[in-house]
């Protein structure tokens, strides 16, 4: 694959070359995208937790039990949504 690199992205990789901290341009991309898979692939789409609540939410909607959602139903998705990016547990809202 011969992607082209930006000229900020050379000069920075050419200064951690220099610098020691790899042998090689192409070792130091190596290492950026070993990185970047450690930090991706440990992320679920969505926690276990949300996606029970989400089927629970569908199970209702099934059974008949639905409503029309309002501003606040809204914002309080928004926050569930806002707090499941950062990591945080389900918590009523």
């Known amino acids: 694959m011969g992607t082209e690199l930006s000229p900020e992205i ?9 610098g020691g901290l790899f042998p090689s341009q192409e070792a ?7 990185a970047l898979r ?3 692939e440990s992320v679920p789409l969505a926690p276990d937790e949300h996606m029970e609540l989400v089927e629970q939410g569908i199970a209702s909607a099934r ?3 639905k409503r029309e959602l309002n501003d606040a139903d809204w914002e309080n998705l928004r926050q569930i949504a806002r ?11």
Not at 10 to 15: D, G, I, K, T, V
Not at 28 to 34: S, V, W
Not at 83 to 93: I, M, Y
């Open 10 to 18: 050379e000069q920075y990789l050419a200064s951690v070359v220099a």
């Open 28 to 34: 130091a991309l190596e290492a950026a995208i070993a």
């Open 38 to 40: 450690e930090k991706t």
């Open 63 to 65: 059974a008949g039990r």
């Open 83 to 93: 707090d499941a990016a950062a990591g945080k547990p389900p918590t009523s809202h």
